[in-house]
Each structure stands twice: as structure tokens, then as C-alpha cells.
């Protein structure tokens, strides 16, 4: 890794919340991850248009480094069936593709916001300063999407006089993580009244769907989030959007099956690319490092 990469993994560390608490503040809070060993991943730049249909077939895909292979969200070890990622982005867009292998493609749920972890699903997190985002999608191209916003920090960012984020509104929750509930930074507020504006979603299935009697390849997505939806994310730390060339965010990647490698393997059903140690998706200390280069992916990824 080179130095002026170093430096900008810094400080996304401290944009995002490297929150090394005091012990006697916050008793087992250590983070079940260590963030110098997160992924890493840079993001080209892009000059032609993306159509956002689930195919990934543009040139500029397939001259997006894909990511190495996700691992085992608690223990990193590898899994049975590959799952990557490739992130592009141009002025007005950032564009996430992943390559889901699936000899059995299934998805059930129809309806936004309907529990998609309980089908097999992809997941993208973005973390802000104070806040990060979730979102979902199943092989139906189904999504489920959630706003989350530390309590230190709710009333000193604005977020209190945002309809779909105020505390009175019935689908703003407290929430506390998952598996990991002792986080440095304590308790936080989560919108599923969030949607992301201008977002564009699309599933391509390499098979047939629901279908258990054939083998399918699998699937592929493929996700356009319009810079001007990161409002709130980028709120707190005045970053720029879009992004400058070596700017450097925290984005998690993830994959999660309803099924598990047999034994003896040791499966948790949830995939990484970087791994988090513990049951738990709401971590943004353990999320990879995402560099925005300004380099045009056609002359400058190989």
C-alpha cells in the first residue's frame, strides 16, 4: 500500500469513527475487527453511461477490478460459493455491480422493506461521519433500505428536523447493532422510512428462478446511487460529493444465506469482503476502504 493511500485510509478511519473509547467509559467495547486489516478496494472513474439492467455487460464492467473473493463475516475463512464486487463511479453516480454464484437461485419476498435477509440477499452499507446506510436486495430485485444516526450526534447534525429521520416519526426506532451491542459510540436511531432518492436497482438471474429441479450459475446486480441522496450522509464532515480524487470512504459489501456449507465446515451464512468477527452487519469501524481515483477504468485498471 502506498504512503498517500495510508494517509487517506487515516483519515477515512477518523471521518467514519475510530472511536477508541476509554474502557471505563464504555466495558467492552473493544471492536471485534481490526480496522487496519479491512479490505481495500479503489473505484474508477467513468466517462461513458451505465444502464442499470443487472447484465453488467458494459465494457466498463468488465474492466472494473472485481473484488477477491468474500469470506465468512466472522472468521474469514473462505466459502463455497464466490461472491465479488466492482464500484465505479462518474460526477453524478456511484455504481456497485456483484457477481452472486448460486446454483439455486430462490427469492420469495415481493414487497420493499419486507425482511429481504430471510431470503438470500446481497447488502451495501455506507458509512457517513455520524450516520451510514443500509440497503438490501434479493434475487426478485426486491430491496429493503434503513438510515441509521448515533444519538451523540442527532441533534448537532439536523437529522431531528428531517421528517423521515425525526425521533416522533413511528418508523424511527432506537437500535443498538445485532450481535456487537457494546459499540464506543453507544446508542442509535434507525429510519426504515428512508429511501434513497434517485436510487436505480436491477437483478440479472443466470438460470431460472425458484426453480430447484436445475442448476443455475446464478446472479448478478447491479445498483445506481445518485451522489445528491448522500446529503445526509455526508453531512457532518462536509465531504464532497462527488468525491475527490483520493478521497477514501468506508463501504461494506456483504452476501447472506438462508443455507450453510455442511459440516465439518464452519459457516455463519453471512459472506464479507472484509470480515467483521462477530454476527453483526452494523460496524463501520469494520468496513473495507473504498479509494476514488479519477482515472478513467478503461486506461487505468488492468
Known amino acids: 500500500m502506498n504512503k498517500s493511500f495510508s494517509i487517506a485510509i487515516a483519515m477515512a478511519a477518523s471521518l467514519c469513527g475510530n472511536f477508541a473509547a476509554d474502557p471505563a467509559q464504555a466495558p467492552g467495547s473493544k471492536f471485534p475487527c481490526n480496522e487496519a486489516e479491512a479490505a481495500r478496494y479503489t473505484a474508477f472513474h467513468i466517462n461513458q453511461p451505465i444502464k442499470t439492467d443487472g447484465v453488467l ?12 473473493r468474500f ?10 460459493h464466490d461472491t ?5 463511479w462518474d460526477n453524478e453516480n456511484l455504481y456497485v455491480g456483484y457477481w452472486v454464484e ?11 422493506n419486507s425482511p429481504i435477509y430471510n431470503n438470500n440477499d446481497v447488502e451495501f452499507f455506507i458509512a457517513g461521519k455520524d450516520a451510514y446506510y443500509e440497503f438490501e436486495i434479493n434475487a426478485l430485485n426486491t430491496i429493503y433500505e434503513a438510515f441509521f444516526m448515533w444519538e451523540n450526534a442527532y441533534e448537532k447534525d439536523g437529522y431531528a428536523k428531517i421528517p423521515e429521520l425525526k425521533r416522533t ?6 437500535f443498538n447493532g445485532v450481535g456487537y451491542t457494546t459499540h464506543p459510540r ?10 434513497f432518492p434517485g436510487l436505480k436497482t436491477a437483478v440479472h438471474v443466470d438460470g431460472t ?32 460529493l462527488p468525491p475527490r480524487g483520493g478521497d477514501v470512504w468506508r463501504i461494506d459489501f456483504s452476501r447472506f444465506n438462508q443455507y450453510k456449507e455442511p459440516a465439518p465446515a464452519i459457516d455463519s451464512g453471512g459472506w464479507f469482503l472484509s470480515k467483521h468477527g462477530i454476527w453483526d452487519s452494523h460496524i463501520p469501524e469494520c468496513f473495507p476502504y473504498v479509494a476514488f481515483s479519477t482515472n478513467d477504468v478503461m486506461q487505468a485498471a488492468e
Open 57 to 68: 455487460d458494459e465494457a466498463v464492467w468488465q474492466k472494473a477490478p472485481r473484488s477477491k
Open 186 to 195: 453507544g446508542p442509535r436511531l434507525g429510519s426504515w422510512d428512508f429511501a
Open 209 to 240: 428462478l425458484n426453480n430447484d429441479k436445475d442448476k443455475d450459475r446464478g446472479w448478478t446486480v447491479e445498483l445506481t446511487f445518485p451522489w445528491r441522496g448522500m446529503k445526509w450522509l455526508a453531512q457532518a464532515d462536509g465531504r464532497a
Open 71 to 80: 469470506t465468512d463475516i466472522i472468521s474469514g475463512k473462505k466459502t463455497m
Open 169 to 174: 416519526n413511528p418508523k424511527v426506532h432506537p
Open 102 to 112: 448460486e446454483p439455486n437461485v430462490a427469492a420469495t419476498l415481493t414487497e420493499r
Open 84 to 88: 465479488r464486487v466492482a464500484v465505479l
